[in-house]
């Protein structure tokens, strides 16, 4: 019985765009014999039993006896006594950004809730003169949000960024998910680190 990759087909070599010739896919032995010694997988706990003996040993000298002038060697992070500093890059939960008066900087142009693929994002938009839009509700359901990002993207204003808070994103209670614009503000302060970042990466494409 002759054994097939899939990559061997030829409607496959289309889907992956390469010939199955160049890729030269190795066949799946699926008839290979074990020997009794592999049937028992002895030598695999035991090498499995040896790995994690030897990471819980060491985590655990670290901790006791940490190294001079360093609290431990040991990379394990005590969450949620001890949390990282993560990089600007980091895709968090999506904010909208406050002016100095406090107001969301959002121009209700409705740009983010069109291009949001998973349809996290609900505008009614309101006027506080002739012209000038703003937000009356901002709603952002984070049940459904896929942090591509997106939004932030789009946004003409640096009015929605992705932050760094990762806390409280899970929820058995879907209706938690849900935040409205009071709940979503922040400083521009506090996003400065990733607006700098935006404005960097986004610059390399002529946005």
Known sequence: MKTMTGLEHSASSVQVGIPAAILKPKKVRRRLDMTLWEKLYVAEIVRGLVVTSKHFFINMIGFIFPPAG?????????????????????????????????????????????????????????EKAPGERYPERYTLDLGRCVYCGYCEEVCPKEAIVMSDEYQGLAQRDRSRLVFEKEQLLRPEGKVKARLTYVRRIYSKWNY
């Open 70 to 126: 360093k609290k431990r060697k040991v990379f394990t992070v005590y969450y949620p006594e001890e949390k990282l500093t993560l990089p600007p890059a980091y895709r968090g939960r999506p904010v909208l950004v406050a002016d100095a008066a406090g107001e969301a900087k959002c121009v209700a142009c409705g740009l983010c809730e069109k291009m949001c693929p998973a349809h996290a994002i609900s505008i009614v938009a309101a």
